[in-house]
């Protein structure tokens, strides 16, 4: 059986996310412009927001903006659309592959590329502990980690 990169990331990811009720347990990211980073699971870096796959342009588009998170003091709306990340287009990619490119390290830089109607926006964003957000929004927490 053949797996992408992209999904041994995503499943990483996600024993991450599921050791925060725990302690934590190590998990590899290689979410570092292709450098790897051992982290421990309430280190993940992320950006607070949910996206869905859209059909019609196979692109990313933030469905949800999560409360003081990066992305929310960024200004990043739902309904604007992902066209590249770090100067990286990922029309066509799958879910498991935008994912892994939005998380990585906290603390790190990440640029969104953004289509809100018919304006194109930058956004620079630091990607912030998970554990901060989990402590301080459990409820959701949750809802963030499902998707």
Do not use: C, N
Not at 11 to 40: E, K, N
Not at 85 to 100: A, C, F, L, N, T
Not at 103 to 124: E, M
């Amino acid at each position: 059986m053949k797996v992408s990169l992209g999904a041994i990331v995503f499943a990483i990811s996600i024993a991450g996310f599921v050791a925060l009720a725990g302690s934590p347990q190590p998990v590899a990211d290689t979410r570092s412009h292709g450098h790897t980073v051992t982290t421990s699971a309430d280190d993940i870096g992320i950006l607070g927001l949910k996206f869905r796959l859209t059909k019609s342009k196979q692109m990313p588009e933030v469905e949800r903006v999560f409360p003081d998170t990066p992305a929310a003091k960024g200004d990043v709306r739902e309904g604007d659309v992902i066209i590249d990340v770090d100067g990286i287009p990922i029309r066509g990619w799958d879910k498991e592959q935008i994912y892994s490119v939005l998380t990585g390290p906290p603390g790190t830089k990440v640029v969104l590329k953004l289509q809100r109607q018919s304006t194109t926006l930058t956004k620079s964003l630091t990607r912030m502990h998970s554990s901060e957000f989990a402590k301080a929004h459990p409820e959701m927490w949750k809802l963030y980690a499902r998707s």
